[in-house]
């Protein structure tokens, strides 16, 4: 049997390269986006509640602040592997979570407006069932991708 934690990547990278690291970075990622999903829903809530704030700014800070638990969270965890520091990788982060509010809100305005399903549990399968699976694809891809990329990685399986 072939010993693959060693073996040199297209990238120039060493480091595993079969299903098992996959499965490491993808279960990284997922806890991490579950802690900055509930910090965004803490602070949302107590935004809305007891601060009373009005729901965009409400959603505008607590997105922010889950951004930055999940950027914190990918770059000293599921990357922690890579060499990139500085305000660049962080903003290139928060555009590529933007990009997955989009999708979610694609998704929903579609389903509700464009098919006509206007129920509540229609626009929840729709815009935090299907669309979020889908800007979670898409966050995976532009996070390993766009902001910690294989390039910057010293011997990372991710790439």
Known sequence: ?????????????????????????????????????AVDLALFTCLRGPAALDPLTAKAVS?????????AGNARGTYRHT???????????????????????????VS??????????ADTVSGAGIGMALATVLRFWGTRTLVFPAEGRDGSWTG
């Open 1 to 37: 049997m072939v010993d693959t934690r060693a073996c040199p990547r297209p990238d120039g990278a060493t480091g595993p390269t079969g299903p098992r690291a996959t499965r490491q970075e993808v279960l990284a990622f997922a806890a991490v986006g579950l802690l900055a999903y």
């Open 63 to 71: 997105f922010v602040a889950g951004c930055s638990v999940a950027y």
């Open 83 to 109: 060499h990139r520091r500085g305000p660049r990788p962080y903003a290139l982060f928060v555009a590529v979570n933007a990009a997955g509010a989009v999708v979610q809100l694609l998704c929903l305005t």
């Open 112 to 121: 509700h407006y464009g098919l006509g399903f206007t129920s509540q549990p």
